[in-house]
């Protein structure tokens, strides 16, 4: 009986070996394939230089691709991250990836017009599979510059559905992430305290399984792998599925008072929560808030009078959400988790050093 077990074991996790290795090969494919009709873009932009990829040999930073335009005395490299999906891209997460790299470079499925002037206010290169370019580049006292936009966005790369990044799945894995030790709890246990289905917990553990984020340390003990990797993908699918429709709306303060002083504002906690900017200057002291995130289970009436809110929805600087988890700590502050996800998805190049500041002292421990 022992010897059936182990042989079953042993063919359990040859087919998740090879599944998990399968969607790496995807993932890794369809990269280079963005990759290289990136490098074919570049070519067609700039006809009269060599155009090729490098070895990289940047010791502290892993890029994507380091990529040579020569022509003549002129040689300069690009410095070239890949993203499969423009819409699941996380502002500061690329901040991050380019910080002090030589003539950064997005190359990604589609670059809206919105997407493509923070680009360039940040100084980012970028190429996009439906032709849209931006290239500004120097050498010696010689400039080289492109400006393409306006060109409709074409197909996405193999891009899947998966139970641990949808609507409901990114509640239960935001759940496990910030209570990694509940992974070896009962489906059950999961549910009752995610606020999930079992259904959903269920499919949910063998996405995460399958995906190479959940790995059986020994025979009934579980644990969360890869965990900044799977943060980083909890992030891009939390922006884009999640998100949006937790939005009740945009808001600016009745008095002309100023938005920075979030801490004189009363709120019925913790019921109602801050998150985003007021957060992140609770939690480090670092940052004035410019604009702010509030996450309530109350009605939009209760929280507007608490705050003395007016209706904005186009430029409203204060954000309602509702809130997706299921219970709350104390106090006045959501989880730093979350603050850093707010942080990275504002897209305001601000952020990014309060989010490293975040992730250095709340975050990292959880991935540890």
Not at 41 to 56: D, G, Y
Not at 302 to 320: A, S
Request: with cysteine.
């Amino acid at each position: 009986m022992r010897e059936l077990v182990v042989f079953l074991l042993v063919v359990r996790y040859f087919y998740l070996f090879v599944f998990i290795k399968h969607e790496v090969m995807s993932n890794m494919k369809a990269e280079r394939q963005l990759l290289q009709e990136g490098l074919e873009a570049l070519t067609e932009l700039l006809p009269t230089f060599s155009i090729e990829i490098i070895p990289s040999d940047l010791k502290e930073k892993q890029y994507d691709a380091v990529i040579q335009v020569l022509r003549g005395g002129f040689s300069v490299n690009l410095t070239v991250e890949v993203k499969q999906s423009a819409q699941r891209l996380v502002w500061g997460q690329l901040l991050n990836q380019l910080e002090n790299a030589s003539n950064p470079t997005l190359m990604t499925d589609y670059v809206n017009s919105v997407l493509g002037e923070k680009l360039r206010q940040q100084g980012i290169n970028y190429i996009d599979r439906a032709g849209n370019a931006y290239l500004r580049i120097e050498n010696a006292g010689f400039p080289v510059f492109v400006w393409i936009e306006g060109r409709k966005p074409l197909k996405r790369i193999g891009e899947k559905t998966d139970h641990a990044f949808t609507r409901a799945g990114l509640r239960v894995t935001y759940w496990l992430i910030t209570h990694p030790d509940l992974i070896n709890e009962t489906i059950r246990t999961i549910a009752q305290q995610a606020g999930a289905s079992l259904e959903t917990v269920h499919r949910v553990k063998i996405s995460l399984q399958q995906r190479g984020f959940l790995s059986e340390i020994r025979t009934g003990e579980w644990k969360l792998s890869s965990r900044k990797t799977l943060l980083d993908k909890w992030i891009e699918a939390y922006a884009t599925r999640l998100q949006p429709g937790l939005l009740i709306g945009r808001y600016r303060l009745l008095k002309k008072e100023s938005i920075g002083n979030w801490e004189n504002q009363v709120l019925e906690m913790p019921l109602t929560q801050w998150g985003g900017e007021p957060a992140a200057d609770g939690y480090t002291d670092f940052l004035r808030p410019a604009e702010w995130i509030v996450y309530t289970r109350q009605s939009t009436r209760e929280v507007m009078k608490q705050l003395r809110l007016l209706p904005d929805p186009e430029n409203g600087p204060i954000r309602v959400y509702k809130k997706f988890w299921p219970t709350d700590e104390p106090g006045q502050l959501v989880h730093p988790l979350l603050v850093y996800a707010d942080l990275l998805i504002s897209r305001d190049s601000r952020n990014a050093e309060v989010a490293q500041k975040m992730y250095e002292k709340y975050v990292q421990c959880l991935l540890d």
